[in-house]
């Protein structure tokens, strides 16, 4: 099993930026995919970003391409995300999870282990 432990919510204005951070450990090595989903006030979990931890293309969702960036740093166990040009659709609670599937995911079943979640409000 793989902990996760996000950082870097808060509130932004529309524009703004934020780097969300997930730490991992535990059960680093079974763990093939990082990803990060979010999910808004009455609304399901939907997909952002996702990333091979050893490496190769990361996925992005349509709405946040060109706007959000997925990396890892291995070396510390972290995966990050760089949301730029916030809008306030972007409100959520974004999870960081992990995958132990090689191919790169986009669904929340894929995803076995998932944190606790940090809250992003982008004010208009």
């Known amino acids: 099993q793989v902990q996760l432990v996000e950082s870097g919510g808060g509130l932004v204005q529309a524009g703004g930026s934020l780097r969300l951070a997930c730490a991992a450990s535990?059960?680093?090595?079974?763990?093939?995919?990082m990803g990060w989903f979010r999910q808004a006030p009455g609304k399901e979990r939907e997909f952002a970003a996702a990333i091979s931890w050893s490496g190769g293309s990361p996925v992005y969702a349509d709405s946040m391409k060109g706007r959000f960036t997925i990396s890892r740093d291995k070396t510390k166990n972290t995966v990050y995300l760089q949301m730029n040009s916030l809008r306030p659709g972007d409100t959520a609670v974004y999870y960081c999870?992990?995958?132990?599937?090689?191919?790169?995911?986009?669904?929340?079943?894929?995803?076995?282990?998932w944190g606790k979640g940090t809250q992003v409000i982008v004010s208009s």
């Open positions: 535990g059960n680093i090595a079974s763990t093939r995919v």
């Open positions: 999870a992990a995958s132990s599937l090689t191919a790169v995911g986009t669904t929340t079943t894929e995803f076995r282990s």
